[in-house]
């Protein structure tokens, strides 16, 4: 019987199979192979979700997509957060705290090697106008809703964006990530932490990832906010591929440039035609590409 793994804890594995609830373990003859959030797999055995019963995994089917990540950038191993989502949905506070345009970066490059399309959702507009922000990403055609606080009133425009879809919502600790699901699904309870007055840092509230259904169809996976989120297991020719507004100007490249040095064909293009929107995203793209020589330290999600 083929289930929707919804939650992981601890070597149990909250399955949707359905319309109910089924908690499984992996069958012994599946090895050591992860399974997340999103898999899709096949049960066996006890199936019926009533309560101390157990269900076996034991088939894991192809999957669509993989949201992945390094601890570290210069880490080539790396972690699988989510599978077969096809939407990742950056959730930014315009303030309190305030924008990490370069995570936003990371997210993205991400996204793009998954092959989930972006969706850049900023909350607390009511602190901050997103117009800086939202001109930063317009070169690349990226999607984006904002949302003032309280967000009930307005969340009509998002549940459209998220109909019939599987979405991935990622951000660091602070920016209402949970608020928003909670606003979007009363009874999920997800755990909201305060902005630190000390730090401007947000408090890690959801410890792991979980799918909600969403009414109508279509799944939200909330994730932990994340305290760091490397790219050492993309290529390099990945992260340049995120920043598709720069394509003509790569292409006069020399051969085997790393877009890092002197001679590099973005220089020339950018002092031509680029404004500070431009030269911003240069920055943003070779900072990425140092991290992952390990010549920059990689920007955390919270500092």
Known sequence: MDAFVIGVDRGRYRCWMDGQAVTAMK????????????????????VSGRPDTLARVVRIRPRTSVLRRSAEDDDPAERVIVANADQLVIVTALADPVPRPRLIDRFLVAAFDAGLEPLLCLTKADLGAPDELVDNYEP?????????RPFESQLDQLRTLLANRISVLVGHSGVGKSTL????????????????PVTGRGR????SAVALQLPGGGWIIDTPGLRSFGLGHIAADKVVSAFGEFADAIAGCPPGCSHLDAGCGLDEWVAEHGGPAEFARL?????????????????????
Not at 140 to 148: A, E
């Open 204 to 207: 890690h509230t959801s410890s």
């Open 181 to 196: 699901v909670n606003a979007l699904l009363p009874e999920a309870g997800r755990a909201v932490g305060p902005v630190s």
């Open 27 to 46: 069958a012994r003859e599946l090895g050591r192979g992860s399974i997340v959030v999103g898999d899709r797999v096949s049960l066996a055995g006890e």
């Open 140 to 148: 690349l055609g990226i999607r984006w809703i904002s949302l003032s």
């Open 283 to 303: 920055d943003s793209l070779r900072r990425l590409l140092r991290s992952r020589e390990g010549l920059d330290p990689a920007e955390p999600a919270e500092s």
